[in-house]
T-cell receptor, first 111, second 112 residues
Framework: GVTQSPTHLIKTRGQQVTLRCSSQ?????VSWYQQALGQGPQFIFQ???????GRGNFPPRFSGLQFPNDSSELNVNALELDDSALYLC????????????FGPGTRLLVL | GDSVTQMEGPVTLSEEAFLTINCTYT??????LFWYVQYPGEGLQLLLK?????DKGSNKGFEATYRKETTSFHLEKGSVQVSDSAVYFC???????????FGSGTRLQVQP
């Protein structure tokens, strides 16, 4: 399945954070979502074969990487209090009609 | 743009009651529709999906039918259990889009 690390993280405003995700075996597409408390997930961006393949309404301080082994990172610079959320990674097989399978998430708290 | 509207929660039911969670959507193309479930402290699990009009998705006793004429994808279960207590999210992926668009979620509480 999809794994994410760390499970929980506490940072202070202005700091930078890196979250990690390992895709399900055979999947070459990874998407990242932000889920604020009590809300549905919001799409941040998607990577396919190491290239950004679509982006939601998030500022450039949210950036990502995808590696040849299909693992992925989400980087957030200059953290703000509103960045406190559950960050979800989802992998899929990139066929166009694919289903996205989610990891357990990383809960980030910004103080 | 694309959007998903779910009924407000929490929905509180007794064990073995019938469940309906309403979901309606707006999309420009021919979306695929999904129900995901989130148990406390966990990520999202795919519950069921439907990719075209009149398709019925089903899993673990849950069902939903893709109704293009009413732009709906209501979730139903004939007899809920305490273990079904969770937050349920309706979602769509529109034609040619990368992202899933989610509703705000409906919390289900099943009492013994």
């Amino acid at each position: 399945g999809v794994t994410q690390s760390p499970t929980h993280l506490i940072k202070t405003r202005g700091q930078q954070v890196t979250l990690r995700c390992s895709s399900q075996s055979g999947h070459n597409t990874v998407s990242w979502y932000q889920q604020a408390l009590g809300q549905g997930p919001q799409f941040i961006f998607q990577y396919y074969r190491e290239e950004e393949n679509g982006r939601g309404n998030f500022p450039p301080r949210f950036s990502g990487l995808q590696f040849p082994n299909d693992s992925s990172e989400l980087n957030v610079n200059a953290l703000e209090l509103d960045d406190s959320a559950l960050y979800l990674c989802a992998s899929s097989d990139g066929t166009g009609k694919e289903t996205q399978y989610f990891g357990p998430g990383t809960r980030l708290l910004v103080l | 743009g694309d959007s998903v509207t779910q009924m407000e929660g929490p929905v509180t039911l007794s064990e073995e009651a019938f469940l309906t969670i309403n979901c309606t959507y707006t999309a420009t193309g021919y979306p695929s529709l999904f129900w995901y479930v989130q148990y406390p402290g966990e990520g999202l699990q795919l519950l069921l999906k439907a990719t075209k009009a009149d398709d019925k998705g089903s899993n673990k006793g849950f069902e939903a039918t893709y109704r293009k004429e009413t732009t709906s994808f209501h979730l139903e279960k004939g007899s809920v259990q305490v273990s079904d207590s969770a937050v349920y999210f309706c979602a769509l992926r529109d034609t040619g889009r990368r992202a899933l668009t989610f509703g705000s979620g409906t919390r289900l509480q099943v009492q013994p």
